[in-house]
């Protein structure tokens, strides 16, 4: 199926990249013959959706944070996979935070806040609609409603978001006053922020000292702080990655009943991959990240997404995945399972020292504690452990030295990261708010310790080495300690081996 570009009879039309090979019509009797005889459209009012309320709210709290200054946070546009082909579509997670829009919002929408006297105004400037007057519906193949759905009208997402709305050509007026007090979320949108660029440039009358009464870059401090403000998630985020993890629990289920034709193919990872998506597409919008479906020394990798190998009995398979709800929050959960149902001695060995590092990590955390703990306590474990299988040229106390370290060798990767719109979530907020920061109810994040002995690490003895063991949960903050939400997915080697013998 081709791609048709937009046969607008404008003055100058841009060219038709698609020229070589569009077959639209350009005749007057076609042209004339499908603008007519459509039915009017009936679209009931929907109420409020639920994250309306909670998304104002959002609003209301970086409004409070950057008084007197302009804030456009873009949804973006549609990524090019090759040529007219795109990716999946996904809006930019600040603005699905503050607006509530998940994947059904529409792509190139941008969420104004315009300070007022006493806060910001919101407006939402998106494409609604096309009217059959315009040749869009059918020669547009990028955003036409023949090629990639109808559009909702401004009325109905006014009424469903909560938010007053304005079409996307509106924005230009916004662009015209742009100045040196508005802020934009950058990597959003290259397109729109090249124009702020130019126009902060033409429009900015600043004193000769402006430059010091202004963050040096201030649109990394809006950035900066959208992502401080999902620190703490509010009561229908935490919903929202409860139902997230409930999907993936099921996805993992699938995997564990799909074990026959995984072991009875030659690439078992991808029908792996395959069976946890296919749960993904179905309960939700996608994988929060490529699905990670490791078999035998593949697990020592930490990011294999490759995904073409073997699942061989007698090896583990090490499955790190999370589906994405409709609302693109996500889960992120990683289970290593004895491919024929039981684990050997050492691989038992391996997986329960791994577990005691996560145990011990949950067992710390509550509120007032620094998030950096966690993974120091998991270091503990996973120092001991090492040490005492004779893997570490000191021992355990010795190698946990900031100065020494050698147990990193078997995990080089951190032990927690916060989760939430994006899998590693708050990415962009400071140091002391995140790897310094202290927890508080309402956080959620990973714990997720692993050991990875590499098959040509000499340090290990043979029958430790390509084996990679990790053990991944979503913990929740409470009042008084924590929740860990994915508990219900068996964590125990005892629990893994009596879910795969069907429990
Ligand atoms: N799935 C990526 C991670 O665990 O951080
Ligand atoms: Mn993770
Ligand atoms: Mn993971």
Redesign the pocket.
């Known amino acids: 199926m081709d791609a048709m570009a937009d046969s607008s009879t404008s003055a100058a039309p841009s060219p038709n990249p698609n020229a070589n090979r569009s077959t639209t019509p350009v005749s007057n009797a076609f042209r004339e013959y499908i603008a007519t005889q459509w039915a009017d459209r009936v679209e009931p009012t929907p109420a409020p959706r639920q994250a309306a309320a909670f998304a104002a709210a959002r609003r209301q709290r970086i409004s409070a944070m950057h008084p007197g200054e302009r804030l456009i946070v873009p949804a973006g546009p549609a990524r090019v996979r090759s040529n007219d082909t795109d990716y999946p579509y996904r809006a930019h997670s600040a603005f699905a935070h503050l607006t509530g829009w998940g994947a059904d919002a529409v792509p190139e929408s941008v969420l104004v806040l315009e300070p007022t006297g006493t806060g910001h105004e919101a407006t939402l400037y998106f494409r609604p609609t096309a009217g059959r007057d315009s040749d869009e519906f059918y020669a547009n193949a990028a955003i036409g409603e023949f090629w990639t759905g109808p559009r909702p009208s401004l009325a109905h997402v006014a009424a469903d978001l909560d938010l007053p709305t304005k079409p996307l050509d509106a924005l230009e007026d916004v662009l015209e006053a742009t100045d040196a007090t508005t802020r934009i979320v950058r990597d959003a949108d290259r397109e729109l922020t090249d124009q702020v660029d130019g126009r902060r440039l033409l429009n900015a009358e600043l004193p000769a000292d402006a430059a010091e009464s202004i963050d040096t870059d201030p649109d990394a401090v809006l950035l900066r702080d959208l992502s401080e403000l999902r620190l703490v998630k509010d009561e229908w985020e935490i919903a929202q990655l409860r139902a997230a993890v409930a999907a993936t629990k099921q996805g993992f289920d699938d995997v564990v009943a799909d074990r026959p034709a995984i072991i009875a193919h030659p690439r078992g990872e991808r029908l792996v991959e395959g069976t946890f998506n296919r749960r993904a597409r179905a309960e939700g919008n996608q994988v929060g990240?490529d699905t990670?479906a490791a078999s035998g020394p593949h697990a020592c990798i930490l990011h294999w997404t490759r995904n073409d190998g073997p699942v061989v009995p007698g090896d583990l398979i090490l499955l790190?995945a999370g589906i994405e709800l409709d609302s693109l929050y996500t889960a992120?959960i990683?289970r290593t399972l004895p491919i024929n149902g039981a684990y050997s001695e050492v691989q038992r060995r391996v997986y329960e020292a791994v577990r005691e590092a996560a145990d011990a990590a949950f067992a710390i955390v509550r509120p007032g504690i620094r998030f950096r703990e966690i993974h120091a306590e998991a270091m503990k474990v996973i120092a001991a452990k090492t040490a005492e299988w004779g893997f570490l040229p000191v021992g355990a106390a010795e190698s946990l030295d900031p100065e020494a370290q050698y147990h990193r060798r078997y995990m080089v990767h951190g032990t927690s990261?916060h989760l939430g719109l994006d899998?590693?979530d708050c990415a962009q907020a400071r140091r002391e708010l995140y790897l310094e920061g202290i927890l508080e109810p309402g956080m959620v994040f990973?714990i997720?310790p692993g050991l990875y002995f590499q098959p040509d690490d000499l340090t290990v003895p043979e029958e430790y080495r390509g084996i990679g063991v990790r053990i991944?949960d979503n913990i929740l903050v409470t009042a008084t300690g924590a929740e860990n939400l994915s508990i219900g997915i068996p964590r125990t080697a005892d629990e893994v081996e009596a879910w795969l013998a069907g429990a």
């Open positions: 990240y990670i790190d992120d990683t990261h899998v590693h990973t997720e991944e």
